[in-house]
């Protein structure tokens, strides 16, 4: 299955490295996570961009 924002699995993921990250999302992994997500006009560019985002997204909040 594909990870949902804020789970721990994304930093097991993530720490596989943004290589295989982007290989998934682009290629899919069986059985929940389709290739390119079902967009397949999106460019390897744009999901490479939005596996930025996620990574992004997935980093802790800094202590204020």
Not at 34 to 39: D, N, T, V
Not at 44 to 63: C, F, G, H, R
Request: include cysteine.
């Amino acid at each position: 299955r594909s990870p949902s924002r804020g789970l721990g699995d994304v930093y097991k993921r993530q720490a596989k490295g943004k290589a295989l990250l982007l290989a998934s999302t682009v290629n899919g992994l069986a059985p929940g996570m389709p290739a390119k997500g079902l967009c397949y006009s999106c460019t390897d560019e744009e999901l490479s961009q939005a596996v930025d985002y996620m990574i992004e997204q997935a980093q802790p909040l800094p202590v204020q």
